[in-house]
């Protein structure tokens, strides 16, 4: 069973930064693919970046230029640099993996593993 555990949120001025953190544990296969996604209150989970096994990535539009994601496979660990943070930005983060290759990398529906999320609080 594969667990999913994020950190690395907090309270952030806007045009801070964070790097977020996403340890993965109970898995064998090399074949993961994993993605960022974010909820705010009253709000859609939407996809924010994923990226495939090969390193590959894929962003919102919302958050070109300013988060980065990357994964550690030594260390089983997805990471997502967040900068140039905006009150939009606030919302729960949360952790996705999956080992089937994803039709759509940013749609919830393609994950079947979650992590249960880190909060990002943004202070104008």
């Known amino acids: 069973q594969v667990q999913l555990v994020e950190s690395g949120g907090g309270l952030v001025q806007a045009g801070g930064f964070l790097r977020l953190s996403c340890a993965a544990f109970?898995?064998?296969?090399?074949?993961?693919?994993m993605a960022w996604f974010r909820q705010a209150p009253g709000e859609e989970r939407e996809g924010v970046a994923a990226?495939?096994?090969?390193?590959?990535?894929t962003y919102a539009d919302s958050v070109k230029g300013r988060f980065t994601i990357s994964q550690d496979n030594a260390k089983n660990t997805l990471y997502l640099q967040v900068n140039s943070l905006k009150p939009g930005d606030a919302a729960m983060y949360y952790c996705a993996a999956d080992f089937i290759p994803p039709a759509r990398p940013m749609a919830p529906y393609e994950y079947r593993y979650w992590g249960q999320g880190t909060q990002v609080t943004v202070s104008s």
């Open positions: 990226i495939d096994s090969d390193g590959r990535s």
């Open positions: 109970g898995y064998m296969y090399s074949n993961i693919y």
